[in-house]
Nanobody, 115 residues
Framework: VQLVESGGGLVQPGESLRLSCAAA????????MSWYRQVPEKERELVAG????????DYADIVKGRFTISRDNAQNTVYLQMNSLKPEDTATYYC?????????WGQGTQVTVSS
């Protein structure tokens, strides 16, 4: 299983970013995919999740209405569209899949929101 995130960067408050997570090594369309984020000295927190078909999504309350998770099963990629970014969204963002009872994580992509 391999997960590779990209798309992070430095943006100003109110701007947008789209993160991507390219997956390999498992039947992508069969698995729920999640985005998490983490800041130093805090636990990793769930941001959003999406079912294998893409029909069902879940969001943390703090990002509802601003972030949108989606997936392209033909490209084995899951996305996180982040709008109206706030300084408190600054974190390293990770995608995750639970495959055969084991959680697999990407290396993370840094998002910094600052004026």
């Amino acid at each position: 299983v391999q997960l590779v995130e990209s798309g992070g960067g430095l943006v100003q408050p109110g701007e947008s970013l789209r993160l991507s997570c390219a997956a390999a090594g498992f039947t992508f369309s069969s698995y729920y995919m999640s985005w998490y984020r983490q800041v130093p000295e805090k636990e990793r927190e769930l941001v959003a999740g999406i079912s294998g078909s893409g029909a069902a999504t879940d969001y943390a309350d703090i990002v509802k209405g601003r972030f949108t998770i989606s997936r392209d099963n033909a490209q084995n990629t899951v996305y996180l569209q982040m709008n109206s970014l706030k300084p408190e969204d600054t974190a390293t963002y990770y995608c995750k899949v639970r495959w055969r009872a084991t959680d697999y994580w990407g290396q993370g992509t840094q998002v910094t929101v600052s004026s």
